[in-house]
């Protein structure tokens, strides 16, 4: 694997994904939101509220807290390299869209990142709700085609020197990408760790916060 060649899956290993057709889901669950609201049954107010403290607090929470983890402990952190599924699941985070994962580990000579090329895959339990940006027909072709160009756009300019290396989740494996740790960070908890790992840093679109900066915003 050469730099910036991306890591795809075959076609056919989307076949049976429960979200390939993603638009119409989401035209169907708003319609039946709308009735819903309509009919008193809920309140749009409390569905924002879940689908935020999903996709923004709940889920990239579980995956800091892996994360750190790894930084602090040399066993897991070998464990998760060798069986990320098994590893995730001894701290708890288990479920839908995390029975296959797989941890790549952000290096000096190698930074990686996460695509789904054809729907949405994404690990529910450390991450939560996928992104929209994720799901976007522009994001799931450029990170494939132009991988530097996405992440500089993302803010995150690598030395050249530094190879890029594409995966792309399917119904079969999801990854989690485990980011440096930042300097500067000997003698925190794995608590106060967790507070620098972002929900992007785990995808590959962002780095680990350094420590001083946006206290207390673990993810975003």
Same mark, same amino acid.
């Given at each position: 694997?050469? #730099?910036?060649?991306?890591?795809? /899956? ?7 994904? $429960?979200? @390939? ?11 039946? &939101? ?28 579980? $995956? ?7 930084? &602090?402990?040399?066993?897991? *952190? ?11 699941? !001894? ?5 839908? #869209? ?17 695509? =789904?090329?054809? =729907? @949405? =895959? ?13 799901? %976007?027909?522009?994001?799931? %072709? *450029? ?16 030395? &050249?020197?530094? /190879?890029?290396?594409?995966?792309? %989740? ?14 500067? !960070? ?14 992007? %840093?785990?995808? $590959?679109?962002?780095?680990? *916060? ?5 206290? $207390?915003?673990? !993810?975003?």
């Amino acid at each position: 694997m050469h #730099q910036d060649e991306p890591e795809t /899956a075959h076609a056919d290993e989307h076949d049976d994904h $429960g979200h @390939s057709h993603l638009e119409p889901i989401e035209a169907r669950v708003k319609a039946l &939101e709308s009735i819903l609201v309509e009919k008193g049954y809920v309140e749009p107010a409390a569905i924002d509220a879940l689908i935020e403290t999903y996709e923004t607090r709940v889920g990239p929470r579980n $995956g800091a807290r892996v994360v750190a983890r790894a930084w &602090e402990d040399p066993e897991f *952190r070998a464990a998760l390299a060798a069986d990320a599924t098994a590893a995730i699941a !001894t701290m708890g985070f288990v479920g839908r #869209q995390g029975e296959h994962m797989v941890a790549v580990f952000n290096t000096p000579e190698e930074h990686h990142l996460v695509v =789904c090329t054809l =729907c @949405s =895959c994404y690990p529910w339990p450390v991450l939560g709700l996928p992104p929209t940006w994720y799901k %976007s027909a522009p994001y799931r %072709s *450029r990170a494939v085609m132009d991988p530097r160009g996405v992440l500089a756009e993302f803010g995150v300019v690598l030395p &050249e020197t530094t /190879a890029i290396r594409v995966w792309d %989740s399917t119904a079969e494996v999801r990854y989690l990408v485990v980011p440096m740790r930042p300097e500067g !960070t000997e003698g925190l908890d794995e608590e106060r760790l967790a507070d620098l790992v972002t929900r992007d %840093s785990m995808i $590959g679109t962002g780095l680990a *916060r350094t420590p001083g900066t946006a206290a $207390g915003e673990g !993810t975003r």
